[in-house]
């Protein structure tokens, strides 16, 4: 068994291939001088089974994972499993105006072609898994960055809307602290509308957690909201960060004392470690 991984996820692989006890593919890759992506296996993976790593964003990533499978077909490998520690294009899940297609779908059916199970981390919606054509799996890292905010001495956590109040009942029955959500309600695709509400926040270490961090808009009117009702401090906490444009200013400027994220998208704030749960439900197929 071998695992691989794209230049989109190699922290992960890395994490991966210790705790499996299993060594790492080497990979050539590289950019032709018109942007096109050049993969070869540097190890023989005949009758392996292998595990690829590698996130689906941004979109050159998708055509690195397309290209690392089918090498591996090419190569006669016996088996393999593809990791998705962040599946770009999730939140294309349906078809909101005529006429569009639905992203998720198109992208799920296409690394279905050359895999024989998928894994991935905190899929936006738990119906994705349903687009890909092999079995599929989902983990979550909310367990992960709880006890990495327990450290913090975090005493209240914050969802930033209803439909995320289980993730933040989750890490905060790790944590054995409160928990609560705020009101919003979301315009459009950039616009969010958050409604004020009294939370016990004075005095309190707060954490706002969700699955994705991306403009960084709904978490700066929540930082806003916590440091008017008194909050000690506000962190911010996510599986992925996607960090578009000016949101770490946002969230600064706002207030947050904090930013926290694992390393299913690899950036300055990937403090928390995405392999620990995939690696158990990996474990659990192999046995």
């Given at each position: ?131 890909f054509m092999v079995p599929a799996y989902s983990c979550s890292a909310v367990a992960e960055i709880a006890q990495y ?63 994705i961090i991306s403009t960084g808009g709904t978490m700066a009117q929540s930082i806003n909201e916590l440091k008017r ?59």
């Amino acid at each position: 068994m071998f695992v691989i991984g794209g230049n989109a996820s190699k922290s992960v692989a890395e994490d991966l291939s210790k705790k499996l006890k299993t060594p790492l593919a080497t990979m050539i890759s590289k950019r032709f001088p018109d942007d096109e992506c050049y993969i070869r296996l540097g190890t023989d993976v005949s009758g392996e089974d292998v595990i690829i790593v590698q996130t689906t964003y941004p979109n050159t990533n998708i055509v690195e994972l397309l290209l690392i499978q089918d090498a591996v077909v090419e190569a006669g490998a016996e088996n393999t499993t593809v990791i998705i520690p962040y599946f770009g294009y999730s939140r294309q899940d349906k078809k909101f105006e005529a006429g569009e297609p639905i992203s998720a779908r198109a992208i799920a059916e296409h690394i279905s072609l050359h895999a024989d199970c998928i894994i991935t981390v905190d899929p936006h919606k738990g119906h994705l898994l349903d687009f890909f054509m092999v079995p599929a799996y989902s983990c979550s890292a909310v367990a992960e960055i709880a006890q990495y905010l327990k450290k913090q001495d975090i005493d209240f956590v914050l969802a930033p809307d209803k439909g995320a109040i289980k993730r933040a009942q989750q890490a905060s029955d790790i944590i054995g602290c409160k928990y609560d959500y705020m009101e919003k309600t979301r315009i459009d695709g950039t616009t969010v509308k958050l409604q004020p509400k009294n939370l016990d926040a004075e005095n309190k270490k707060v954490a706002i957690i969700d699955d994705i961090i991306s403009t960084g808009g709904t978490m700066a009117q929540s930082i806003n909201e916590l440091k008017r009702q008194g909050a000690k401090k506000v962190s911010v906490a996510c599986t992925h960060g996607l960090f578009v444009g000016e949101a770490k200013e946002k969230l600064l400027s706002a207030g947050c004392d904090e930013i926290i994220s694992t390393d299913t998208i690899e950036n300055e704030f990937s403090k928390v470690r995405a392999a620990p749960c995939i690696a158990e439900i990996l474990l659990k197929k192999l046995h």
